[in-house]
């Protein structure tokens, strides 16, 4: 870039890219100190997670009033969600009236993709270009991009041949769309394809469904919030929000802190016929201590999930093949859903089996497995995200030397609390990149945490006149190495998830989140702060 461009390039104290939960609340906080802050949004709106996944179906897995943000007492008064389980479309009204309330679009650029963030040695502070051809400096550059936005799509021949349409499901069109006469493909059953089949399949012409790997899931039990279930959620929320800070997901269900079998086999099925009757995530968050650790313990509990699939399904055949029998229960996110096995009753919804018959190939009329042509008139791809490192990999992100991050990562991520990387100084993350709390969370009270730790680190930047923080290498390995110790004799690396990055072909096979749980991670962060943030120079 000449000295000219240089001159007329806009500078920041800080540069979020992202307007999501994450993004919406650190320019809030970021203003609170006076800084002068620029978000940057790929999207025509705020919102994030909810403005991208607009699929039928989309809707919260977490209790709506836990989900909200808890830093605004007058927010949390006058907002009244209606449903336990609250829908995507009302989730991204709720973010709309958050960036209205606290004012916060005038300092959002929408439509506006960042194309690469590169640290400037010789100034010590970032240049962040846009795919638009804009560019802007910052002092100090925050990635608010979230853990699962990258999406993933598998390289199947043909994809460009289909003469219909697809969609991958975080790229939702933004319009109604009907199936009523049409035949339609979804690929994928995780906890997306489970939300989707179920609503899309009550009203379609026919619909084939896709399935490599069944899943667990649990019935979500949602319902709308009555008035005096609303007055009593007001009433509670400092209670509710302490639950979450205290729970290993920052859920208000928490692991029970007995084993399986410390009790008979009477007593543990009573217990399992109550959680399975709770609504949200209390059959796994709320499961014995040793469920995500022993075998023997897990199987009591996957072998409850399999019986209430088979009791769902009428055709013995189909039910089979929606019976999880490869992978520990839990060891994948458990997907919540409202009629997904029942779906599968209807005539006009079949099950393909894609470990017995693969795709071949995508075609003109749909697609080819190794024993069928089908003709669809929509292909529906919910094939899940490249995880935690696959929106950082999207940007080109250099660093000290020009150091890229995605080769960086390549091996295997590497960060310090999961909120710097050694090589990026002045560049924090938030939100969802690997090795923080935030990837495997209730997420906006991770989110709440990581942006008041990152807003307060900024805060003792400016009271003591630094520039710059940059993690040492030291941290950053004690680091890695904290986060393996996290997951260390459990069962997750045994199972092909996406928590391992084993759903991306070519990732590194390593457990890409942080297996300690809020607590844990806050207790840590919170040491670190405390220590006048230990494992950080500043210059
Ligand atoms: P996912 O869990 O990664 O599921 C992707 C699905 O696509 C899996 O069934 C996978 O099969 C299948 N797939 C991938 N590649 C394939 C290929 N080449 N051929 C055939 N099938 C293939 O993704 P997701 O369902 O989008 O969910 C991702 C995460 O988003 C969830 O775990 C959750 O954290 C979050 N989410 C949250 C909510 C909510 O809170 N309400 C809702 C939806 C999603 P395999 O299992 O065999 O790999």
């Known amino acids: 870039m000449s000295q000219e461009q240089s001159a007329a390039t806009p500078e920041y104290e800080v540069a979020i890219i992202g307007a999501g939960i994450a993004g919406l609340y650190l320019l809030h906080r970021l203003r609170g100190l006076g800084c002068r802050v620029l978000v940057l949004e790929a999207g025509t709106d705020v919102g994030g997670t909810w403005y991208w996944n607009r699929y039928p179906g989309a809707r919260f897995d977490s209790e709506s009033w836990s989900y909200g943000y808890s830093f605004s007492p007058e927010l949390l008064d006058e907002w009244q969600w209606s449903e336990h389980f609250a829908a995507q479309p009302e989730t991204l009204r709720y973010l709309q009236h958050v960036a209205r309330k606290f004012d916060l679009y005038r300092d959002i650029r929408f439509e506006t993709r960042v194309a690469a963030a590169h640290y400037d040695d010789a100034r010590g502070d970032w240049l962040v270009r846009t ?145 399975w009757a709770e609504p949200g995530f209390g059959f796994w968050l709320g499961g014995f201590r040793d469920l995500l650790t022993d075998r023997a313990a897990n199987e ?17 055949a189909v039910a089979a093949l929606l019976t999880p029998t490869d992978h520990a229960f839990g060891t994948k996110r458990v997907p919540l859903e409202s009629g997904y096995y029942e779906a599968f009753n209807r005539d006009n919804v079949r099950l393909i089996d894609l470990r017995a018959t693969p795709i071949e190939r995508i075609t003109a009329t749909g697609l080819r497995t190794t024993d069928a042509e089908f003709d669809f008139d929509a292909i529906i791809f919910a094939t899940g995200f490249d995880a935690a490192t696959g929106a950082h990999r999207r940007i080109d992100i250099r660093g000290e030397g020009g150091q890229s991050l995605a080769e960086k990562w390549a091996a295997a991520p590497r960060t310090y609390l999961g909120m710097q990387s050694v090589g990026f100084p002045n560049m924090f993350i938030v939100g969802g990149g690997p090795q923080n709390a935030a990837s495997f969370c209730n997420v906006p009270r991770c989110l709440e ?26 941290a950053e390995e004690a680091w890695v190495r904290h986060v393996a110790d996290t997951v260390a004799g459990t069962l997750f690396p045994e199972t092909e998830s996406w928590f391992m990055g084993a759903n991306v072909p070519g990732k590194v096979r390593v457990f890409q989140l942080y297996g300690g749980g809020l607590r844990l991670f806050r207790e840590k962060c919170d040491e670190v702060a405390a220590n006048g943030y230990s494992g950080f120079v500043f210059r």
Not at 216 to 233: M, V
């Open 300 to 316: 009591t509990a996957a072998a409850f999930v399999r019986e209430k699939i088979r009791e769902r399904v009428k055709d013995p």
């Open 449 to 474: 945490q990581n942006v008041e730790w990152v807003s307060d680190a900024i805060a003792y930047m400016r009271e003591r006149g630094y520039r710059s923080i940059a993690a040492t290498p030291e």
């Open 131 to 275: 795919e638009d051809g804009g560019a802007v400096r910052a002092a100090i550059l925050v990635t608010a991009i979230g853990g699962l936005t990258e999406p993933y799509v598998p390289n199947i021949p043909g994809r460009e041949d289909f003469q219909g349409e697809s969609w991958h499901t975080a790229r939702w069109p933004h319009r109604p769309v009907d199936f009523s006469d049409k035949r339609v493909a979804v690929i994928g059953t995780g906890a997306t394809a489970v939300q989707l089949i179920t609503e899309i399949s009550k009203n379609i012409g026919h619909l084939t469904v896709f399935q490599r790997t069944a899943n667990y899931c649990k019935p979500l039990r949602n319902a709308p919030i009555t008035a005096a279930e609303q007055a009593d959620i007001r009433a509670r929320y400092p209670e509710i929000f302490a639950l979450c800070r205290q729970s290993f997901g920052a859920f208000i269900h928490d692991f029970d802190p007995r084993s399986a079998f410390d009790l008979d086999d009477a007593e543990r099925r009573a217990l399992y016929e109550r959680l």
